[in-house]
């Protein structure tokens, strides 16, 4: 149980297009999604909340019209980074919390984004 | 303030038992948890302590809490070679937040 799925594992795009990643909770709702960001050999560093049916909510320096999310179903949530470029290069990783749960958040396998 | 740490490297040889430390500062969290990382992957959840126990036994791992000291650890009994991987621990605060703060993560080595 509590399987997360993220779409696309690995993406290589180039500069100034805007890149679409999936997160889905497979065998529960959830109701709070959150979107990581991990730089090489380096911790997990939340970029956003997002909840069900409402506006996301960025972290300090994290740029919404940058990283756009929606969390249009109780099962998927998606981050779109607009515009990338090369900085925007980087493991992305979704993780759910169950509507019935308390606290505990089940990852995704995460993203590699590559922007050229 | 928020932070988590945690030494970065610890390497074990195989069958012996690996002790991985975490320490925080906020005392406000109301879970710990540990999550494995392998090479390319997302994380696994391990285990995770509520912040009103002292311990927590599951299986091969033993999770200890010293609220006091602001200490987690994380004891893998009987290493193997598939325990090799990133060890992070995490804190988590509920009331509608739920935040996790991870720290920088350990990376286990196990040789033969």
């Known amino acids: 149980g509590a399987v997360v799925s993220q779409h696309p594992s690995r993406v290589i795009c180039k500069s100034g297009t805007s890149v679409k990643i999936e997160c889905r909770s497979l065998d529960f709702q959830a109701t709070t999604m959150f979107w990581y960001r991990q730089f090489p050999k380096k911790s997990l560093m939340l970029m956003a909340t997002s909840n069900e049916g409402s506006k ?3 972290e300090q320096g994290v740029e919404k019209d940058k990283f756009l999310i929606n969390h249009a179903s109780l099962t998927l949530s998606t981050l ?3 515009s990338a470029h090369p900085e925007d290069s980087s493991f992305y ?3 759910a919390r169950a509507t019935s749960s308390t606290d505990t958040q089940y990852f ?3 993203t590699r984004l590559t922007v050229l | 303030g928020e932070d988590v740490e945690q030494s970065l490297f610890l390497s074990v040889r195989e069958g012996d038992s690996s002790v991985i430390n975490c320490t925080y500062t906020d005392s406000s969290s109301t879970y710990l948890y540990w999550y494995k990382q392998e090479p390319g992957a ?3 959840l391990l285990t995770y302590i509520f ?3 002292d311990m927590k036994q599951d299986q091969r791992l033993t999770v200890l809490l010293n609220k006091k000291d602001k200490h987690l650890s994380l004891r893998i009994a009987d ?3 598939g325990d090799s991987a990133i060890y992070f621990c995490a804190e988590g605060f509920s009331g509608g937040y739920n935040k996790l703060i991870f720290g920088a993560g350990t990376r286990l080595a196990v040789h033969p």
Request: glycine share 14%; net charge neutral.
């Open chain 1, 56 to 58: 996301a909510t960025y």
């Open chain 1, 80 to 82: 779109t980074v607009t």
């Open chain 1, 93 to 95: 990783i979704c993780s």
């Open chain 1, 108 to 110: 995704g396998p995460g």
């Open chain 2, 42 to 44: 997302g994380l696994q």
């Open chain 2, 51 to 53: 912040s009103n126990m």
């Open chain 2, 79 to 81: 290493t193997q070679t």
